[in-house]
């Protein structure tokens, strides 16, 4: 090595040099918030560009497991001095510009604008560049560094050959505490390969090693990529080659999915938009044309101004070629799954809301079928969970892919987008909403209509229960409301102060019989929501269905009302309160109190502050069931006897009344005899 660098021939500048580029700082440290597989793909380039064969991106770490060095080598050209000094001093300017292809023709060049190499303040702070190059048949050696505390400052120093061929290395130290989190994820050789495939396609005898792996495109392509023809606006017409974007699909899922900006050989110069989301393709789609060769960073993000034709068009070719494909993959497993015998649907889905569950299970298995085992029962059972979460409770739905077939987070993100984007688990959660809630009306139609039951059911531990789970009768938006714990005091001295035989919801537990069981009480209830500007608060008193609702009931609910209302720690608040009285049968010594001509049937008392409501079972059942009237046409649902029982056990286990229990396994165990007797 002595022996070459005492030979070194003159060079037309002095061994070191200091610069500073007439570009401001802030305009070079724009390049620390660029993608980092970006960052490394450019400097990849800039080595292919010197007709380098192997390029080696290595990660140092740590004892930690810390990135602490990028370090890419190539056996290219290298640079000369006199190179470095002309390339690092113009910000803009390289040797490149005026060439389409590498020196001696061998191979299409990338890189035209001299912005690469910064490219590289996205992964560290001190950046240095080691090169050896042939000058008049002798080997040379030139050292550039830069660093982020003074990004406009460059140092060039003629060196001896820091190796014993000609090529580069360069070596970027990373902060302490700096992520490098996108070079690390499992995706990340698989995203370089991306940017890079066409490129290792065209010239196989070119080697690309990322972290120990070797990038092929062949190992993580899926077929052959497909060319889609662009809908473009006239003013392209006579461009030769025509604008094409070319799909191509990866058996391996990216993180960075953005449309890729190519010269018409599918060399990537640049990226377009967001990362496209998609549960079921992992692909990559390359907007190839000659418009693009030799623009800048600046060029390439004004190009949405500039070629907003071009790139709409492009947009939804795409968007076209994955309804398409997507339909053919679901296709294509569905067909599986129907040959295997464990598609878990028919044909024809007997209802609307079926047809959409069935849809979005073909959606969720298609985006699952690499994480779905290969066969047996482990494979049935996986379908049957997803058919099931699928039925009763979507929301169940990311647990299974996570736990039972552990997909990936960017996997289980992808799918979830997509289903967000289609609204299909929306519907089908509504569906099951209201199927639920006609179950219930239906349930407790069942319980009231029967003397027996409805004098054995217990307000404390089954009625009250129920009701608690069920507030969107009183009103949708009760649904998700909460008990005020700071209404206790005041409604609990209220009722010491007129001596009734009421209970608050939360005291329940204290209520019991001699026997041990839950007493037969009346129930008060309380609920408050609230927004920026007002509150709203309910209040409702369960009867027990033994008591009919007359002049002495109404006049003590009306008493809670004007009592609380008057309660100073609530006077004057921007509060509007609602108070019910819910009675299986109430006199008629009442009926023209709550049958005004004004107003509507069942309210009392209505003032500014407060309104009083006396309902019966039948007419709250009445009006939730026309509520969901509508949903219940289009789903195609009848509330059967069957059916009610089987939500009744499924949901209110812990709340049936005894003889109904004993009615339902009296009816189990005969259909078991049954069962016996034909088996035998």
Not at 149 to 162: L, N, Y
Not at 388 to 394: D, I, K, V
Not at 442 to 457: C, E, I, N, T, V
Request: glycine content about 6%; aromatic content about 6%; some cysteine.
């Amino acid at each position: 090595m002595e022996a070459v660098g005492a030979g070194l021939p003159t060079q037309s500048g002095p061994p070191l040099t200091e610069f500073e580029l007439s570009v401001g700082e802030r305009k070079i440290l724009q390049f620390k918030r660029k993608p980092q597989i970006t960052a490394v793909a450019e400097l990849v380039w800039n080595a292919l560009d010197a007709n380098a064969t192997e390029v080696d991106v290595e990660l140092r770490r740590s004892s930690m497991k810390a990135i602490t060095d990028v370090v890419v080598t190539d056996n290219g050209h290298g640079m000369t001095p006199e190179r470095a000094r002309t390339a690092f001093q113009a910000y803009g300017r390289t040797w490149k510009t005026s060439r389409t292809h590498t020196e001696g023709a061998e191979r299409i060049l990338h890189g035209r604008n001299g912005e690469g190499r910064l490219y590289a303040f996205a992964l560290g702070d001190q950046l240095t560049w080691e090169s050896a190059a042939v000058v008049d048949d002798v080997l040379v050696g030139v050292r550039i560094r830069g660093n982020a505390d003074h990004a406009t400052i460059w140092r060039v120093e003629e060196t001896a050959p820091p190796r014993e061929r000609p090529g580069t290395t360069v070596q970027i130290s990373v902060p302490e505490g700096k992520p490098l989190s996108r070079l690390e994820r499992d995706d990340a050789a698989a995203s370089l390969t991306a940017k890079l495939a066409f490129y290792l396609r065209a010239y196989p005898h070119v080697r690309v090693t990322f972290d120990g792996r070797r990038l092929d495109p062949i190992d993580i392509i899926v077929g052959e990529p497909v060319d889609l023809e662009l809908d473009l606006p006239q003013e392209y017409a006579h461009e030769d080659p025509p604008a094409v974007v070319t799909f191509v699909e990866w058996t391996k899922r990216m993180g960075d999915r953005k449309m890729l900006l190519c010269n018409a050989d599918g060399i990537a110069l640049g990226e377009h938009g967001s990362d496209w989301s998609d549960g079921i393709i992992s692909f990559t789609p390359y907007l190839r044309t000659n418009l693009f060769n030799g623009l800048s960073v600046d060029d390439l993000h004004g190009l949405t101004m500039s070629h907003s034709g071009l790139l709409d068009a492009a947009v939804k070719a795409v968007q076209r070629h994955l309804a398409v494909r997507g339909a053919q993959i679901s296709a294509e497993v569905v067909r599986q799954l129907k040959t295997e015998g464990i598609y878990p649907y028919d044909d024809q889905p007997a209802t609307g809301a079926l047809a959409i569950e069935r849809q979005t299970f073909d959606v969720v298995v298609t985006a699952a079928r690499h994480a779905l085992p290969n066969r047996g029962p482990a494979r049935n059972l996986s379908v049957n969970l997803i058919r099931t979460a699928l039925e009763s409770s979507p929301g169940d739905l990311h647990t299974i892919l996570e736990k039972v077939l552990a997909l990936s987070d960017a996997d289980r993100r992808h799918l979830k987008n997509l289903l967000d984007s289609t609204d299909l688990t929306h519907v089908i959660g509504a569906a099951t909403t209201v199927t639920n809630r006609l179950n219930f009306i239906q349930l407790m139609r069942k319980f009231l209509a029967d003397d027996h039951l409805r004098k054995s059911l217990r307000e404390v531990d089954q009625l009250h229960p129920m009701v608690n789970k069920n507030l969107w009768l009183f009103g949708e938006d009760w649904h998700m409301s909460r008990s005020e714990m700071g209404l206790t005091n005041v409604l609990q001295a209220h009722l010491e102060d007129l001596g009734e035989d009421v209970v608050l919801e939360h005291e329940l537990e204290a209520v019991t019989q001699p026997d041990g069981r839950s007493g037969r009480v009346d129930i008060l209830m309380f609920r408050s929501r609230r927004d920026d500007s007002s509150t709203e608060r309910l209040v409702i008193e369960l009867k027990r269905p033994t008591v009919k609702v007359g002049p002495k009931e109404l006049a003590q609910i009306k008493g809670y009302a004007e009592a609380i209302v008057d309660d100073p720690q609530y006077s004057g608040v921007n509060c509007k309160w609602r108070f019910y009285l819910i009675t299986y049968e109430y006199s008629d010594k009442i009926h023209r109190e709550i049958r005004s001509k004004d107003r509507p049937d069942g309210l009392a008392v209505v003032q500014e502050e407060y309104e009083v409501w006396v309902k019966s079972w039948g007419e709250i059942l009445d009006a939730g069931e026309r509520k969901l009237r509508f949903f219940q046409e289009q789903l195609n649902y009848e509330a059967t006897d069957d059916r009610v029982t089987q939500h009744l056990r499924e949901s209110y286990s812990h709340f049936i009344p005894d003889a109904l229990a004993g009615s339902q396994d009296e009816a189990e165990g005969s259909q078991r005899d049954e069962a016996v007797d034909t088996t035998a």
